[in-house]
């Protein structure tokens, strides 16, 4: 299989006024393209800094990151980020925000009517044409979410970042949403790197599940293999043995071998 | 694929259990409750009830009450001492002054109209090349730290300094009155304009920024699609500041330069000891100071992005 992500030995040290912290050390991940990888710890684990190295908003003290072969440099439009608390520019239409991206991606080579489609193809594979011109204000959180999902998937990008892209809604809400990105993945074949802490989300959504060591110098403890096929419902799996196994595992990393001291 | 429910009513339907068969076992329970609040109903539409006057119209009263009180303790303050004149008198002059504002008998006789109208004009030149200034001085000050360190003991020894200290620089470099009395609005509206828009720039959450990071935006759109729209409401604020300090500042200036302007006219009143017409001028710059806050807090609700 390609190895289209690479993080090889790559650590990251922030300089404090207390003197250098080491957030991560020795990450190696490798990532195959159409792969759904979830990224998961403890808070304060650094996986949202993971994250963020490989969106190029930071750059690694240690190490090398390659995406396709080619170093990453800094942040670009081959990959999109969905931000945990959506980041939407709240003085442009949910319209307007997906267009800002389509037109930076886009802008030199189409014409205002293709890339306008564009937009609105987004807007639809979110179900959220009726909401095209309403402003971030007006619309619940989760369709706030979704227009961020549009916005990261407008670019077409090589690969999808979710910094715990389902972290500030409810149950209901969140359900739904996982079951429509993981439609919307399949269809385009995205590769997905997501940050979460919710164990349920990381079994049902990933194809492997990155366990993280606790801070400070965290690095990957276990990685594993969900192998459960697609399409998963979350109804039948929940009563599967295969499913509780992998669930199991990944609590008793969690809170057996990673417990955090009572804070 | 359906959207999510969202309207409340598709998970909890309005209850119509109460007017369901009796063959439901909870239904005798419901149906009394239902009777009870029947049997309540009525009584609520005949018996007392407390009729609450409308707010508007309680803080209508209150304010026309402060007034009239603050008439009150004028007309007693005018009984004892006769240099005051009575709220009567300054109505009756005041009737006269607006009966006519705008007539014009020479360069230092004018209508109280005209005389407005050129104090307004002073601080409309000197807010408006304040504003050209210190708004993109403000975007530059904000982003970059190197500036920021340096304008600051500027700004932190200058923005105290009463702005009439500047009027004789004015004046001499001017050598006229007219623009160093728009000189001293300038100065004035400078400091609000530019420490409100860097505090805005400041302000910018990091996410913005990151948005513009991941879509590798040019720095024009990072301008206008974020750093602009951002900082709006700041530099509103600091503009609101700024025109309220320069309608302070225009009329003390004018007092000093002289020509025609409410604060000329101020003190013209008083070389006339015609105490009713400086009471009027006093009102009068405080209600144009009112409009002028109005249209800006008006401004500011525009551009509100939340």
């Known amino acids: 299989m390609e190895k289209f992500l690479r993080v090889e030995s790559v650590g990251m040290k922030f300089e404090t006024k207390k003197g250098d912290f080491v957030a991560l050390t020795g990450i190696d991940l490798t990532i195959r393209k159409g792969e759904f990888v979830s990224l998961i710890g403890h808070s304060g684990c650094g996986k949202s800094t993971l994250l963020n190295l490989v969106a190029g908003l930071l750059r690694p003290t240690e190490g090398a990151m390659l995406l396709a072969e080619r170093e990453i440099a800094g942040p670009g439009p081959d990959r999109g980020v969905v931000f945990q608390n959506h980041s939407l520019l709240p003085w442009l239409t949910c319209f307007e925000n997906i267009h800002l991206a389509v037109e930076r991606v886009f802008g030199a080579g189409e014409s205002k009517a293709q890339l306008n489609e564009r937009v609105s193809r987004a807007l639809d594979l979110v179900h959220l044409t009726p909401a095209a011109q309403k402003y971030p204000h007006e619309i619940s959180g989760g369709m706030k979410q979704r227009v961020g999902i549009a916005r990261a998937l407008s670019m077409e990008p090589k690969m999808l970042l979710l910094d715990e892209p389902f972290g500030a809604l409810d149950a209901l809400t969140r359900a739904h949403l996982q079951d429509e990105l993981v439609k919307i993945v399949a269809a385009a074949g995205s590769t997905v790197l997501m940050v979460t802490h919710d164990v349920d989300e990381a079994v049902l959504l990933s194809d492997r599940v990155v366990m993280m060591t606790n801070g400070p110098a965290a690095t990957i403890g276990e990685v594993l293999e969900v192998g459960l096929p697609r399409p998963r419902n979350r109804l039948a799996l929940a009563n599967d043995a295969r499913y509780m196994a992998c669930r199991r595992s990944v609590l008793e990393f969690l809170y057996q071998k990673q417990l955090k001291e009572a804070a | ?306």
């Open chain 2, 1 to 306: 694929m359906s959207a999510i429910p969202l309207r409340k009513d598709a998970l909890f339907p309005t209850p119509v259990l109460v007017h369901s068969s009796p063959a439901h076992p909870a239904a005798p329970v419901i149906e009394e409750r239902a009777r009870k609040a029947a049997a309540k109903a009525p009584a609520t539409g005949t018996g007392y009830r407390r009729v609450r006057a409308p707010e508007w119209l309680v803080s209508a009263l209150a304010m026309a009450l402060g007034i009239a009180a603050c008439v009150a303790v004028w007309e007693m303050v005018s009984k004892f001492n006769a240099s005051i004149p009575n709220p009567a008198v300054v109505g009756k002059a005041a009737i006269a002054i607006f009966s006519d504002p705008f007539y014009r008998k020479g360069p230092n006789d004018q209508g109280i109209g005209w005389n407005v109208l050129m104090s307004l004009q002073r601080v409309g030149i000197g807010f408006g090349l304040a504003a050209l200034v210190g708004i993109p001085l403000g975007f530059a000050v904000g982003r970059f730290r190197f500036l920021s360190d340096m304008a600051a003991p500027i700004i932190a020894i200058l923005k105290p300094v009463s702005p009439l200290a500047w009027l004789p620089i004015g004046l001499l470099v001017f050598k006229a009155a007219n623009p160093a009395a728009i000189y001293v609005i300038f100065v004035c509206s400078l400091w609000p304009m530019i420490v409100n828009t860097a505090v805005g720039v400041r302000q910018i959450p990091q996410d913005y920024l990151n948005v513009a990071r991941v879509l590798n935006l040019s720095e024009w759109k990072v301008f206008t699609k974020i750093l602009f729209p951002a900082v709006l409401p700041y530099m509103i604020t600091g503009v609101r500041l700024s025109v309220g300090v320069a309608w302070l500042v225009i009329v003390a200036a004018e007092m000093l330069t002289g020509g025609v302007g409410i604060g000329f006219w101020v003190w013209d009143e008083w070389n006339n000891l015609k105490v009713e017409h400086i009471i009027i001028a006093i009102i009068t710059i405080g209600v144009v100071g009112l409009a002028l806050e109005y249209v800006m807090v008006m401004l500011a609700k525009r551009f509100s992005y939340n």
